[in-house]
Nanobody, 114 residues
Framework: QVQLVESGGGLVQPGGSLRLSCAAS????????MGWYRQAPGKQRELVAR???????KYADFVKGRFTISRDTAKTTVFLQMNSLKPEDTAVYYC????????WGQGTQVTVSS
């Protein structure tokens, strides 16, 4: 069984930064894909960024140049550095791990507001 625990959300002013972390535990294969999704009120959950076994990354167009996804060397913790935050980035951010199926964290609230 895989468990994901997120941390790092909060309230930040427009233009500010936050760093999210997600620690995975359980039977994690090196081939697991980890990433971040978000869901704003009244909207569907959407991909923010993913990082693959090889270290290659994929970003949604709306975060390119502002967010950076990274992973520790053990490949069990994934980070999301969010810079130049905008009010439209306000959402619950979910950590995701794909290993034969999707696993989800409990979500962490990010609010961008002055």
């Amino acid at each position: 069984q895989v468990q994901l625990v997120e941390s790092g959300g909060g309230l930040v002013q427009p233009g500010g930064s936050l760093r999210l972390s997600c620690a995975a535990s359980g039977s994690i294969l090196s081939s697991a894909i980890m990433g971040w999704y978000r869901q704003a009120p009244g909207k569907q959950r959407e991909l923010v960024a993913r990082i693959f076994r090889t270290g290659s990354v994929k970003y949604a167009d709306f975060v390119k140049g502002r967010f950076t996804i990274s992973r520790d060397t053990a490949k069990t913790t994934v980070f999301l550095q969010m810079n130049s935050l905008k009010p439209e980035d306000t959402a619950v951010y979910y950590c995701n791990l794909f290993q034969f199926r999707d696993y989800w964290g409990q979500g962490t609230q990010v609010t961008v507001s002055s």
